[in-house]
T-cell receptor, first 115, second 113 residues
Framework: TQLLEQSPQFLSIQEGENLTVYCNSS?????LQWYRQEPGEGPVLLVT?????EVKKLKRLTFQFGDARKDSSLHITAAQPGDTGLYLC???????????????FGQGTILTVHP | KAGVTQTPRYLIKTRGQQVTLSCSPI?????VSWYQQTPGQGLQFLFE???????NKGNFPGRFSGRQFSNSRSEMNVSTLELGDSALYLC????????????FGPGTRLTVL
């Protein structure tokens, strides 16, 4: 059973458009991370959100953690070709749990931004 | 600060053989986690070592094993390789403390023929 549902799986847009990627679960997590991965490389950490309702901004990227800490979203404003890649959400331990050495990943969103 | 390094970057093996992959974490990090990434299953957790002890384990057969040394470097071993073991194996380094931010190496691409 997939613990984290990420949508959409694929996104193909033109440069300048906005987009949102969603990461949903029925479980409550103590924290959630977003990564970006390019072909042949390991994922690169973009942001960690910890507090319910938290919003973090990284240049044109806005990350939000749901109030109930069950879901998160990544919004990109005015996408650029350099944003192309695989975006992954990953949850650390469930709230109150002890498995903090493990991340559970969503299936990922493959984003392609055309010039 | 040097990042996470993994060796080798590419490996080709045949069924039945065994393989050892190596990971050097970021200096000061005591936790090393291993993940398998395939197109069909995505990123799946294998195990995590913290201060030389396996602290967490995923749902993989016993053919997959690992260890961590006193300098935090870690190795992962896969015995009796199967075709389905072909994947990108990723190592991640962290402090081991909440909120468990993990920093990944470039991975080892294993192909089993």
């Amino acid at each position: 059973t997939q613990l984290l549902e990420q949508s959409p799986q694929f996104l193909s847009i033109q440069e300048g458009e906005n987009l949102t990627v969603y990461c949903n679960s029925s479980s409550v997590f103590s924290s959630l991370q977003w990564y970006r991965q390019e072909p042949g490389e390991g994922p690169v950490l973009l942001v960690t959100v910890v507090t319910g309702g938290e919003v973090k901004k990284l240049k044109r990227l806005t990350f939000q953690f749901g109030d109930a800490r069950k879901d998160s979203s990544l919004h990109i404003t005015a996408a650029q070709p350099g944003d192309t890649g695989l975006y992954l959400c990953a949850a650390a331990e469930r709230a109150g749990g002890t498995s903090y050495g493990k991340l559970t990943f969503g299936q990922g969103t493959i984003l392609t931004v055309h010039p | 600060k040097a990042g996470v390094t993994q060796t080798p970057r590419y490996l080709i093996k045949t069924r039945g053989q065994q393989v050892t992959l190596s990971c050097s974490p970021i200096s000061g990090h005591r936790s090393v986690s291993w993940y398998q990434q395939t197109p069909g299953q995505g990123l799946q957790f294998l195990f995590e070592y913290f201060s030389e002890t396996q602290r967490n384990k995923g749902n993989f057969p016993g053919r997959f094993s690992g260890r961590q040394f006193s300098n935090s470097r870690s190795e992962m071993n896969v015995s009796t390789l199967e075709l389905g073991d072909s994947a990108l194996y990723l190592c991640a380094s962290s402090t081991g403390l909440r909120p468990n931010e993990q920093f990944f190496g470039p991975g080892t691409r294993l192909t089993v023929l």
